[in-house]
């Protein structure tokens, strides 16, 4: 398996079987230009056709009383290439790339009855501290599927 990040349209495209939903060109394009927004590829066999098997993207937030960290924004892993390591393989590339540019931590909500997820999570050294309420806003503008399809 080889995990690099996406940098084109074009790749995140071709990855668009992992999303909730279709890639909005624009939106892609916003997402790889601005600063501190990170979406890596999995490939399991990257020489092949080229199709992604799995992703994650992360968003640094900074405050200014803490410093950096990472969101995990979302994970995707095809079906046929769960349960191999994939999705943890993607947390460990997210997580690297967040000690790189010198966050303090890694955080990612996940609803509480998606048992694989928190396990992926959890076999990739995150540590649930318990119980989490998610309040959203809905400004009608872009998303696809549910709010809730973070993890």
């Not at 995990?3 to 939106?27: K, S």
């Not at 399991?44 to 994650?56: K, N, W």
């Not at 640094?60 to 995707?76: C, N, Q, R, S, V």
């Not at 955080?107 to 998610?134: C, H, I, L």
């Amino acid at each position: 398996m080889e995990i690099r990040p996406a940098t084109t349209v074009a790749e995140l495209t071709a990855a668009e079987h992992l999303f909730d939903g279709p890639v909005r060109p624009d939106a892609a394009l916003r997402f790889l230009e601005t600063p501190g927004h990170h979406l890596f590829l999995a490939y399991d066999d990257p020489h092949g056709d080229g199709t992604p098997v799995g992703f994650v993207s992360g968003v640094e937030t900074i405050h200014p009383d803490k410093g950096a960290e990472m969101f995990l924004y979302e994970l995707g892993v095809a079906e046929g290439h769960r349960r191999r390591g994939t999705g943890r393989a993607l947390v460990h590339a997210l997580a690297a790339l967040a000690r790189e540019r010198g966050c303090y931590g890694m955080w990612v909500g996940v609803d509480t009855d998606n048992e694989a997820a928190s396990a992926t999570y959890r076999s990739a050294g995150g540590k649930d501290e318990g119980e989490f309420a998610s309040i959203n806003w809905s400004f009608g503008q872009g998303a696809s599927g549910s709010a809730s399809g973070h993890g």
